[in-house]
C-alpha cells in the first residue's frame, strides 16, 4: 500500500467520480483506475461499487475511507510540525555542560535564547568534562559546553570564545602587590606554590596541570574541590592558589575573594567550543543556539584586564 494510493481513494470518495478525481489530482483517468485496482487486489477487496454514471463506497470503502483520513491527518501534522520546526518555531534541543562554566554563562545565554526561541525546549545535562565527552560522543547529548583540547576523537567542534586565564592568590600573598603594580606574573615563578585546584575529569584541572609541565615542574596540589568557588575561598583564606578563567573570576560570588593577576605573555587561555558527534545532523533549533551562544558571549564575556 502507497501513500499516494490513500489520496487517490479519498479524492474518488470525495467526487464519487473517476474523471473529475483525476482532474483534481492532476493524473489521467487510466492511471487513476490501474491505481486503485491495484489497491483492491492487494486488500482482497473492492473499495468502489462502479456504475456507468457514479461511483459508491462499499463496506469495506467506508472503514477503509475513515481510517486512511486519519492517516492521512496524522501525516499532514507531521509535516506540518517539521515545517515548524524547520523555521524555528519548536524543537528541542539537549545541551550539555561543565557544572562550573556553565553556571556562569547560561544564565546569559538560556534567557536571551528563550526570548529569541519561546518555543524551542532546552533540556540541560550537566556532568565533568571527561563524562561529557563521552555522553556527546554516544549521542547523549546533541551538544555540549566544552573546552579544549578535546579526548575523544568522535567529536567536532565550533569555537564560541576565547577566554583568558588568571592567577589567584591570597590577598596577603608576596605576589598580590603585582596588582598594585600592574605586573604580570610568570607560571614559572609559581613552582613552590601550593595549588588548589578541581578534582580530576574537569577541563580546568587539566588545563592548570599542562601549564605548569609546560613551566617546567609539576604542579603541588594540596587540595582537591569540586566547586570553583570553594576553591576561591580557599585560595582567599591563604591555603594555596589557583588558575581561574577570567569569567569565572569576574563572577565570583563568595565574600571571600582572592586578589586576582594577569599572566605574562604568552597569556594562557582557554577556547570554549561547543562540540558535537562528527557527522550528526545538527536541527536549526542546535544550529541556532550555538549562534546565540557566540553571540551573547561577545556581549558578556569581557576579555580585558
Known amino acids: 500500500m502507497e501513500f499516494r494510493q490513500l489520496h487517490y481513494t479519498l479524492q ?4 464519487r467520480n473517476f474523471s473529475r478525481a483525476a482532474d483534481k489530482l492532476h493524473i489521467a483517468q487510466p492511471s487513476l483506475s ?52 524547520s523555521q524555528l518555531r519548536k524543537g528541542r534541543v539537549v545541551v550539555g555542560s561543565m557544572p562550573i562554566t556553565g553556571s556562569h554563562l547560561l544564565p546569559y545565554v538560556l534567557p536571551a535564547f528563550k526570548e529569541a526561541y519561546p518555543d524551542i525546549q532546552i533540556s540541560l545535562l550537566e556532568d565533568t568534562s571527561l563524562n561529557l565527552e563521552k555522553l556527546t560522543a554516544g549521542g547523549g547529548t546533541d551538544l555540549s559546553l566544552l573546552s579544549l583540547p578535546l579526548e575523544e576523537s568522535s567529536l567536532t567542534f565550533e569555537p564560541i570564545g576565547e577566554e583568558q586565564i588568571d592567577l589567584a592568590v591570597p590577598p596577603n600573598h608576596p605576589l598580590a602587590e603585582f596588582s598594585n603594580l600592574g605586573k604580570d606574573v610568570h607560571v614559572s615563578q609559581l613552582k613552590d606554590e601550593a595549588f588548589i ?9 587539566r588545563l592548570i596541570v599542562d601549564l605548569c609541565r609546560e613551566s617546567g615542574f609539576e604542579p603541588n596540589i594540596v587540595f582537591e574541590s569540586n566547586n570553583i568557588e570553594t576553591i576561591q575561598s580557599l585560595v582567599a583564606a591563604g591555603m594555596g592558589i589557583t588558575f581561574v578563567p577570567r569569567f569565572i573570576a569576574r563572577s565570583q560570588r563568595s565574600e571571600m575573594v582572592p ?23 545538527l536541527s536549526k533549533a542546535a544550529e541556532a543556539f550555538i549562534e546565540t551562544f557566540k553571540t551573547t558571549l561577545e556581549q558578556k564575556m569581557t576579555l580585558e584586564p
Open 197 to 205: 585546584v578541581l578534582k580530576k575529569g574537569q577541563g580546568l584541572r
Open 12 to 15: 474518488i470518495a470525495e467526487e
Open 34 to 85: 490501474q491505481q486503485l485496482s491495484k489497491l483492491e487486489k492487494e486488500l482482497g477487496v473492492l473499495l468502489f461499487q462502479r456504475n456507468t454514471s457514479s461511483v459508491e463506497l462499499t463496506h469495506a470503502g467506508e472503514s477503509f475511507i475513515v481510517h486512511a483520513r486519519k492517516i492521512v491527518d496524522a501525516v499532514e501534522q507531521l509535516r506540518q510540525e517539521m515545517d515548524d520546526i
Open 259 to 281: 586578589i586576582y593577576l594577569t599572566l605574562a605573555d604568552p597569556a594562557p587561555s582557554r577556547t570554549l567550543v561547543i562540540a558535537y558527534r562528527k557527522g550528526r545532523y
